[in-house]
């Protein structure tokens, strides 16, 4: 079965280090992978996304990569701050999808002074 | 200026109740959604609408109705209100072959 995992568990880290979440899929096919940020009793905001045909993506402080052979995408935040901190989403979306995104459960990122 | 705003923010009901979520964009988008949060934190679409038509339909109960008036709203109506309808419920926009969607803030809903 079609399956989006990732870690349940909260990742806490100290301020002005690198953050890195993982996004696992299986028996997707994604034509593209994004993350999104959600803040509580927010909505998501979208951050990034990166197609199947690209390895690596960029935003200042965020990075993105994608490996269809591993079926992983990680999603990196250099220099971490406090107001990093947050639930991260990612989404896969594909043609198997019938055109709708389909949410991993999130990351939720705490990033300490 | 407010992107995607829903009403209510809150929703605290009865079971067996019927109640109804609006959601209103400004930003020119054709395709509008629905999606349950549940309290595991998933983020579940439920109905998709593009230019008024219903595009994405999920395994969703017939108690939950989308209407659409117009490109810039989608509503969802609920009957019989059941206590697992309790979530938080999101409403987000798209423009059609964009990828990037913009969600509202979100309708916490609580069945009692």
């Known amino acids: 079965s079609q399956k989006i995992e990732q870690n349940s568990e909260a990742l806490n880290i100290q301020e002005g280090k690198t953050a890195t979440l993982t996004c696992n899929y299986t028996?997707?096919?994604?034509?593209?992978l994004q993350w999104y940020r959600q803040d509580p009793g927010r909505g998501p905001v979208f951050l990034l996304l990166?197609?199947?045909?690209?390895k690596e993506k960029r935003k200042e402080r965020l990075k993105v990569t994608f490996d269809t052979t591993l079926k992983q995408s990680l999603f990196h935040i250099t220099a971490s701050q406090p107001a990093d901190s947050a639930t991260y989403l990612c989404?896969?979306?594909?043609?198997?999808?019938?055109?709708?995104?389909?949410f991993g459960q999130g990351t939720t990122l705490q990033v300490k002074p | 200026d407010t992107a995607v705003s829903q009403t209510p923010k809150y929703l605290v009901t009865q079971m067996g109740n019927d109640k109804s979520i609006k959601c209103e964009q400004n930003?020119?988008?054709?395709?509008m959604y629905w999606y349950k949060q549940d309290s595991k934190k998933f983020l579940k679409i439920m109905f998709s609408?593009?230019?008024?038509?219903?595009?994405i339909n999920e395994t969703v109960p017939n108690r939950f109705s989308p209407k659409s008036p117009d490109k810039a709203h989608l509503n969802l109506h609920i009957n019989s209100l059941e206590l697992g309808d309790s979530a938080v419920y999101f409403c987000?926009?798209?423009?059609?072959?964009?990828?990037?969607?913009?969600f509202g803030p979100g309708t916490r809903l609580l069945v009692l």
């Open positions: 987000a926009s798209s423009q059609r072959n964009q990828e990037t969607q913009y």
């Open positions: 028996n997707y096919s994604p034509a593209y």
């Open positions: 990166i197609r199947e045909n690209e």
């Open positions: 989404a896969l979306y594909g043609s198997s999808n019938t055109g709708k995104l389909i």
């Open positions: 930003l020119g988008h054709d395709t």
């Open positions: 609408y593009n230019n008024k038509e219903l595009i």
